[in-house]
């Protein structure tokens, strides 16, 4: 029982380099988001998908893209990586909402140097 | 605009001694709230939700919470707290109509034997 997939789980990159951090769910969910969390700040959002094909702004979209191609995957972007970007990145699905639980991944740790 | 309060950065509880960790919330409309956990290096887990009925809601791991609507809280509960409860706490509130889950700054507790 997979859930909630995140590759990489670690990463480095360098100021102004690109990445994309992947996320795949197997439990035929609607909802996507990703989130980043900060210490002292809890979790923000910063873009969710309601269905194949979507995407929308959250709290946070400033400096990352999304796309959401494959209902099962949900791909967050970094154009020109950034060291405010430095932060773990969660990624979440829902079968419906508000009512629903989120499910979490277990994080992709990002280090912009 | 929707918001989460967590007023204390850190509770410290003795084992065997009932825990309550404190939550607010703002949101126009109807609120569905949660609790979630996160243990070290780990994504986070649901713990229990409200969303209608009674006001005293049971989840995972022996906790509850209790919604009072009058001064819009969601206290997380439990009456005999175990080492293994110490983690990260994290209460969260979505509005009808919404499809983002704000949430709170979280709460880390601590369990002393």
């Known amino acids: 029982n997979a859930g909630v997939t995140q590759t990489p789980k670690f990463r480095v990159l360098k100021t102004g380099q690109s990445m994309t951090l992947l996320c795949a769910q197997d439990m035929n969910h609607e909802y996507m988001y990703w989130y980043r969390q900060d210490p002292g700040m809890g979790l923000r959002l910063i873009h969710y998908s309601v269905g194949e094909g979507t995407t929308a702004k959250g709290e946070v979209p400033d400096g990352y893209n999304v796309s959401r191609l494959k209902k099962q995957n949900f791909l967050l972007g970094l154009e020109s990586a950034a060291p405010s970007q430095t932060s773990v990145y969660f990624c979440?699905?829902?079968?419906?909402?508000?009512?629903?639980?989120?499910?979490f991944g277990e994080g992709s740790r990002l280090t912009v140097l | 605009a929707q918001s989460v309060a967590q007023p204390e950065d850190q509770v410290n509880v003795a084992e065997g001694n009932p825990l309550t960790v404190k939550c607010t919330y703002s949101v126009s409309g109807n609120p569905y709230l949660f609790w979630y956990v996160q243990y070290p290096n780990r994504g986070l887990q649901f713990l229990l939700k409200?969303?209608?009925?009674?006001?005293l809601v049971k989840g995972s791991y022996g906790f509850e919470a209790e919604f009072n609507k009058s001064q819009t809280s969601f206290h997380l509960k439990k009456p005999s707290a175990l080492v293994s409860d110490s983690a990260l706490y994290f209460c969260a509130v979505i509005g009808a109509g919404s499809y983002q889950l704000t949430f709170g700054k979280g709460t880390k507790l601590s369990v002393i034997p």
């Open positions: 979440a699905s829902s079968l419906r909402v508000p009512t629903g639980e989120l499910f």
């Open positions: 409200y969303i209608t009925g009674d006001n």
